[in-house]
């Protein structure tokens, strides 16, 4: 049974870090692209950051330079590290998986959701 369970999320001012983690079972982890997705009230969900099997990482614009995706195989962990945090960055985050491509451009047909853990920034 496959399980992504995330946590690490919280409430922070502007300009705060959080790190997200996601705990991954049931599946071969390093086999599998991961990534992190996020949905605010009234909006898609969009893609955040991916990384696939051999490390390679991408970023959605919006974050770039200021959030880290990385993985630790031998934990089955994914991680996303947020920096200099903007109050348009709250939102529910999500992790994923996929067996075949992630990419950060479309949250459509991914193999493997998380429930997700709630980031708010506050001005």
């Known amino acids: 049974q496959v399980q992504l369970v995330e946590s690490g999320g919280g409430s922070v001012q502007a300009g705060g870090s959080l790190r997200l983690s996601c705990a991954a079972s049931?599946?071969?982890?390093?086999?599998?692209?991961m990534g992190w997705f996020r949905q605010a009230p009234g909006k898609e969900r969009e893609g955040v950051a991916v990384?696939?099997?051999?490390?390679?990482?991408g970023y959605a614009d919006s974050v770039k330079g200021r959030f880290t995706i990385s993985r630790d195989n031998a934990k089955n962990t994914l991680y996303l590290q947020m920096n200099s945090l903007k109050p348009e960055d709250t939102a529910m985050y999500y992790c994923?998986?996929?067996?075949?491509?992630?990419?950060?451009?479309?949250?459509?047909?991914?193999?493997?959701w998380g429930e997700g853990t709630q980031v708010t920034v506050s001005s």
């Open positions: 994923a998986a996929d067996a075949t491509v992630l990419v950060v451009a479309t949250a459509v047909g991914i193999d493997y």
């Open positions: 049931g599946f071969t982890f390093d086999e599998f692209d």
């Open positions: 990384i696939d099997s051999d490390g390679k990482t």
